[in-house]
């Protein structure tokens, strides 16, 4: 936003007229509609009567109410808000990709299909890893996929493991998927530098744990430098390591994680691979795993046999399909076109730059917004209000909301929860030196303008098309359409 | 590349954090394990290249005249609907955590909840689900929480594709059974259903179903409640602006793809998983949900709410795992909705209704073929067919056609039959091209 618009807050159906249309269906085959009347609804369903020109302005005008990365630096801890190409929208808009029937015959299906399968291939190669899926829509669609597959692996081998461990860092999706699939959550409380204490791990794995789920580089933007160990452990009991891949932007090019002992690992295409985040999704997942859970794959994958690429739906062992069809293909197009615009070394630099910049940031502020951990970070920092801020009665949140009436989004905050007050920044490799610069300012500007004038910071943010929304009313009265 | 970065950038940025070089800030990092080789592109493609390899990679997709239907529909995607998904304060933003910098989000979703519910005549709707199959699975889920019973009764009439989902979602696990309606003239025998549903979380319903069979729902609402189960109901948005709505037959959850509302076919997604319930339900609802609130000065905004039942409070208690759900996605349904309104809604259903109807009229009438079910229809049905349906197919693919899916693989009592889509896309001229092709290819 430029300025804050004078904002229109009415709703579309606040708008709408008695018959106003924006587009219409006038094919002559309608005459020809055969719906008996005892199976036709009732009443017209309750949506906006609105010209054309209606229907753009509201939405362009509420668009104009966002924060976004390509309006605003947006450093969203743990979800890697970089810059989103445009050719990659290009590229996936083209009609020969966005007209394919998902039931198409392969014969007419090659060239996705071989997208697909080039795609794999490369992601299979940078992790390490020997088979993929890329059907789950989204990073804990992923997950779950990840605990099917694990499931699927030891039924088959007459195992029965039900525990699934998780570091009280990570994120809420492990936790919430482990139940979905009626495994118990073990939780392991991480040691003072933020690690995976690997005595406590060895205390509670054992012939009943199926997964070891484990975020790298952790929420607090460390890495597990005990990894071997903990890898080490994790078979030693039998079970499995499961990558948390949120994070892989910190590592991607820079290690291979099958190297160090990693079995089934999750990718995010937005976060890791610039697709864009669309306000909440599509999103896109894959779970890339060893040859000895690619039996268990989700179907159908694709297979190249004399030349022609083929859907193939396995052999009977797949844990089945976990949503329709083949996947979020329209975002894979877009994941493809990235890995196009990257040589391996260049795919190094995305970790580089990623690290460097989180570092950067960390330094410019750790003087006023002491950083959990004391050592360096990896693609994020977790900080939090010093004590002059803190004695002033000065939250997190009020720094968050400092931080959008000085045009910049806020961070994660109150995130990984072990952090008291955290902010986690994530600036990712493509902002500049400059923005950085000028968001370590806003920063310092706000402990400053904060500890001289505490009121004024509480009641931020004064700029924004709204201030500070009643949440309890909106939970305690549910309003949740007109 | 999109790295900023000049090499003074990296010296200088190094300096300021206290390191003489990047490695040191890796030192966390087992040195063994960094900088192995990967067997990928040593050069990467520059913008010309890469568009010349991704525009070989689209026309490698042959574009048939295409009768696909069964779950993902042929649709236009109006001019304003891709005008508005690609403003990239829409694109590029993400869940909407900050409210008062997330204000067209918030109040998008708002209005796309406010669609949903309209379209289904349901009290309330989430934010979007992954698609139809995980919605349906989401919902049954649902209603076993709500419930406590772990029976599912299902009509022979859903999906496949959202059976199988379903079963996934539950991790096969034995606790759960399946009771299948059988299935009469194409659509469930409803004399079937008291005996069945004794002890049932809920009856799971699809309408129009997979064969493009109405589902005649008068009844099972009640059927259902007084074997304590709930109705479950899946719907094509599209159907619903001429068919009854689920609502208006008492459905409890009703959930469906919103693929239909104007978003490309994509091989498959991104879809939309759309999702609404009744209210008594509403604590039970997976994934995001947005309500209209105030600020401190009184002011209308939105906010995500009941955020309770979520992963990232309840973390193993939560009612999903869901984190990014469709938004853009659901953004675009809004826009096709609002563009269209209840009128053009209508008229689409309607052209969605003729253009089959003429199909299977034109169909129905070749020799050797004949229309397998009776009932009414929406926008797809099932074509009998001499011979092998996946040769014929083949034959008419050669031609430029493709004719439908072949459905033996799925039903396979249904014998050698092939399911028949036309919507809103195709002209009286493409349904006798069709009728051509399938007489050359018999």
């Known amino acids: 936003m430029i300025c804050a618009p004078a904002i229109d807050n009415r709703l579309s159906i606040e708008k709408s007229e008695a018959g ?284 190249k046999e004399g030349g022609k690429y083929v859907s193939d739906f396995g052999d009977g062992r797949s844990i089945g399909k976990v949503k329709a069809f083949f996947g979020n293909t329209g975002v894979l197009i877009r994941a493809y076109a990235y890995m196009l615009a990257h040589s391996a070394a260049e795919l190094g630099d995305i970790a580089r730059y990623s690290i460097i910049n989180a570092n950067y940031v960390r330094a410019l502020l750790k003087d006023i917004y002491p950083s959990y951990s004391k050592e360096y970070c990896m693609h994020e920092c977790v900080l939090a209000p010093g004590a002059d801020m803190t004695a002033k009665g000065l939250k997190t949140l009020d720094v968050a909301k400092g931080l959008l009436d000085r045009g910049f989004h806020a961070p994660t905050i109150y995130f990984p929860t072990i952090v008291h007050e955290a902010i986690m920044i994530e600036p990712t490799e493509t902002e500049s030196r400059a923005t950085l610069d000028e968001f370590a300012a806003a920063m310092r500007d706000i402990h400053d303008a904060g500890v001289a004038d505490p009121q004024t910071l509480k009641d931020a943010p004064h700029t924004m098309p709204v201030k500070r929304l009643d949440e309890v009313q909106a939970a305690r009265q549910p309003n949740l359409h007109w | 590349m999109y790295i900023p970065h000049t090499k003074t950038d990296k010296e200088e940025m190094l300096k300021s954090i206290g390191v003489s070089s990047f490695e040191e800030l890796v030192k966390q990092v087992p040195s063994k394990f960094l900088w192995p080789g990967f067997a990928l592109p040593e050069e990467s493609l520059d913008e010309t290249q890469a568009a010349a390899r991704m525009a070989q990679l689209a026309a490698g997709n042959k574009r048939p005249l295409s009768f696909l239907g069964g779950g993902a529909y042929e649709r236009y995607t109006p001019a304003a609907v891709k005008a508005i998904t690609s403003r990239t304060e829409f694109l590029t933003a993400y869940t909407p955590y900050q409210p008062e910098a997330s204000q067209g989000t918030l109040q998008a979703i708002y209005e796309f909840q406010s669609t949903v519910s309209a379209l289904y005549g349901m009290d309330c709707a989430n934010a979007s689900l992954y698609d139809g199959a995980s919605s349906f699975a989401e919902a049954v889920r649902a209603a076993v929480r709500v419930t406590g019973r772990k029976k599912i009764v299902y009509c022979a009439g859903v999906n496949p594709q959202y059976m199988d989902t379903l079963r996934t979602y539950f991790a096969h696990s034995p606790e759960y059974s399946y009771v299948r309606i059988p299935m009469k003239d194409g659509v469930m025998d409803k004399a079937a259903l008291p005996a069945l549903l004794e002890g049932a979380a809920c009856i799971a319903v699809q309408t129009p179903n997979f064969l493009g069979l109405i589902e005649d729902m008068s009844g099972v609402a009640e059927t259902a409640k007084k074997a304590g189960a709930l109705l479950v109901a899946a719907a094509d948005p599209v159907s619903l602006g001429i068919l009854t709505a689920p609502g208006e037959y008492g459905a409890d959850f009703a959930v469906g793809e919103g693929q239909s509302l104007g978003l490309p076919l994509s091989y498959g997604g991104p879809y939309l998983g759309l999702f609404s319930c009744k209210k008594e339900h509403v604590r039970q609802m997976p994934g995001r949900i947005t309500g209209m609130t105030k600020d401190k000065d009184g002011k209308r905004g939105f906010v995500l709410t009941l955020q309770a039942r979520e992963q990232h409070i309840r973390r193993d208690k939560a009612a999903s795992n869901i984190c990014s759900n469709e938004a853009l996605c659901a953004l675009a349904a809004t826009v096709y909705s609002a563009l269209y309104g209840p009128e053009g809604l209508k008229e689409l259903a309607e052209a969605n209704s003729g253009a089959a109807a003429f199909a299977a009229e034109r169909l129905g009438a070749i020799k050797g073929c004949s229309l397998k079910f009776k009932g009414p229809f929406f926008n797809e049905f099932v074509l009998s067919v001499p011979g092998k349906a996946d040769a014929l197919r083949e034959k008419a693919l050669a031609r430029g056609v493709d004719i439908g899916l072949p459905l033996a693989p799925l039903f396979p009592e249904l014998g050698e039959t092939l399911l028949v889509c036309a919507t809103e896309t195709k002209t009286e001229a493409d349904i006798l091209r069709l009728e051509t092709v399938v007489k050359e290819a018999i």
């Open chain 1, 20 to 303: 106003r249309r924006g587009l219409w269906c006038r094919n002559p085959l309608r005459a020809k509609a055969k719906v008996p009347a005892e199976l036709r609804r009732k009443s017209p369903p309750r949506l906006p009567e609105l010209s054309e020109f209606d229907v753009v302005r509201h939405y362009t005008r509420l668009s104009r109410l966002n924060f976004s990365v390509d309006t605003h630096f947006y450093p969203l801890g743990s979800c890697t808000m970089k810059y989103n190409p445009r050719f990659n929208e290009e590229a996936a808009a083209l009609e020969g990709f966005t007209a394919l029937h998902p039931l198409a015959h392969d014969t007419c299906a090659q060239g996705t299909l071989e997208l697909i399968h080039d795609l794999s291939a490369r992601l299979v190669e940078l992790c390490g890893l020997d088979a993929i899926t890329l059907q789950p829509a989204a990073g804990a669609h992923s997950e779950f996929t990840g605990l099917l597959l694990a499931k699927a692996y030891f039924e088959a081998k007459g195992e029965t493991r039900n525990e699934i461990i998780v570091p009280d860092s990570a994120h809420g999706t492990n936790p919430a998927t482990a139940s979905m699939m009626g495994f118990t959550t073990v939780n392991i409380a991480s040691k003072p530098d933020g690690r995976l204490d690997v005595e406590e791990l060895k205390k509670h794995i054992g012939p009943k744990t199926a997964v070891l789920m484990l975020t790298m580089p952790n929420t607090l933007g460390i890495f597990e430098s005990n990894i071997e160990a903990i890898a080490a452990a994790v078979h030693e009991a039998g079970a499995l390591f499961y990558m948390d891949g949120a994070n892989l932007n910190a590592l991607i090019g820079m290690v291979k994680p099958g190297d160090f002992g990693v079995d089934l690992m999750h990718l995010n295409f937005h976060k890791t691979f610039s697709t864009p985040h669309g306000g909440g999704g599509p999103g896109a997942g894959a779970i890339v795993c060893r040859e000895q859970l690619a039996p268990f794959l989700p179907v159908p994958l694709v297979r």
